[in-house]
């Protein structure tokens, strides 16, 4: 089925560990981002690409890394994870233009 | 800087009324509104996307309204049911290398 796939759905770590969600797309979408959402705060955005090779950061850069390497994919990188990180953490991509968002599934993560 | 509100945070109703959710945003040069919903624990599913040319979207028993100029949107749902208790949220784009700009969502309950 077309749509944005991302994995692992849960996931534990320890402080200070590293680790890289995955997010693919196949839809030939220009446009992904990722958002992470906490309880009060909403949404919000980390990162975002418009294209292979093009990055940017959102909201909430700091503490993650992105790189596009691929139209399909969009991997997030916690470099030393921190209890502060603890998230639901959702991949989104668009065509650009006048289109509207498609959402993956989400990655619950908890940080201890 | 843009920013959406939803109010009230949530919502509980009897089965069968038609309910209106309200979305406001502060900027009204936007690309389109799009409204969400979310069941708990799980990720986002898109229900109606509203371009800025446009004055209103249905789709089944949902139908969305947008007035740019006074910067608001409404979802209407028609003969509500339990199975539509669930968290609504809407979200604005500004445009490419913008975010998708999240209200913090209603919680609707409906009761049998």
């Known amino acids: 089925n077309a749509g944005v796939t991302q994995t692992p759905k849960f996931q534990v770590l320890k402080t200070g560990q590293s680790m890289t969600l995955q997010c693919a797309q196949d839809?030939?979408?220009?446009?992904m981002s990722w958002y992470r959402q906490d309880p009060g705060m909403g949404l919000r955005l980390i990162h975002y690409?418009?294209?292979?090779?093009?990055?940017d950061q959102g909201e909430v850069p700091n503490g993650y890394n992105v790189s596009r390497s691929t139209t399909e994919d969009f991997p997030l990188r916690l470099l030393s994870a921190a209890p502060s990180q603890t998230s639901v953490y959702f991949c989104?991509?668009?065509?650009?233009?006048?289109?509207?968002?498609?959402f993956g599934s989400g990655t619950r993560l908890t940080v201890v | 800087k843009q920013e959406v509100t939803q109010i009230p945070a949530a919502l509980s109703v009897p089965e069968g009324e038609n309910l209106v959710l309200n979305c406001s945003f502060t900027?009204?040069?936007?690309?389109?509104l799009q409204w969400f919903r979310q069941d708990p624990g799980k990720g986002l599913t898109s229900l109606l996307l509203?371009?800025?040319?446009?004055r209103e979207q249905t789709s089944g028993r949902l139908n969305a309204s947008l007035d740019k100029s006074s910067g608001r949107s409404t979802l209407y749902i028609a003969a509500s049911q339990p199975g539509d208790s669930a968290t609504y949220l809407c979200?604005?784009?500004?445009?490419?290398?913008?975010?998708?700009?999240f209200g913090k969502g209603i919680t609707l309950s409906v009761r049998p």
């Open positions: 989104a991509s668009t065509r650009l233009g006048d289109y509207g968002y498609t």
């Open positions: 839809m030939n979408h220009e446009y």
């Open positions: 690409s418009v294209g292979a090779g093009i990055t």
């Open positions: 900027d009204s040069a936007i690309y389109n």
């Open positions: 509203i371009q800025s040319s446009q």
């Open positions: 979200a604005v784009w500004t445009g490419a290398n913008s975010k998708l700009t």
